[in-house]
């Protein structure tokens, strides 16, 4: 079943490749959405997939790409949106 989750992530996430490596991620898992830097520092991701895809995204959101530090993660179900491709933004 296709769900959507809104996920925000914190810490040195901005600079260093976390959304060219979540989209990379996320292509490899099938799932579809959208990532941007937010102006806080954070990243803020919408993706859409199956829930076990979705989950393995939100176990390597956890760490990200080689020069990041997450130091927080927040997700949370949304309205599944049918989402096409990755986009960064």
């Known amino acids: 079943m296709l769900k959507h989750l ?3 992530v914190t810490g040195r996430v901005q600079g260093v ?4 490596a979540a989209k990379d991620k ?3 898992l099938r ?5 941007r830097n937010e102006p806080d520092g954070s990243v803020r991701l919408e ?6 895809d979705l989950q393995r995204f939100v176990d390597w959101c956890r760490s990200g790409s ?5 130091k927080g993660l927040e ?7 049918r989402l096409a491709g990755f986009l960064i933004r």
Not at 31 to 35: D, E, I
Not at 75 to 81: I, K, L
């Open 66 to 70: 080689e020069y990041a530090w997450v």
């Open 75 to 81: 997700a949370e179900e949304g309205t599944v949106q």
């Open 31 to 35: 799932l579809a959405g959208v990532a």
């Open 26 to 28: 996320a292509e490899s």
């Open 6 to 8: 809104n996920i925000r």
């Open 17 to 20: 490749f976390f959304r060219l």
């Open 47 to 52: 993706v859409e997939g199956e829930e076990a």
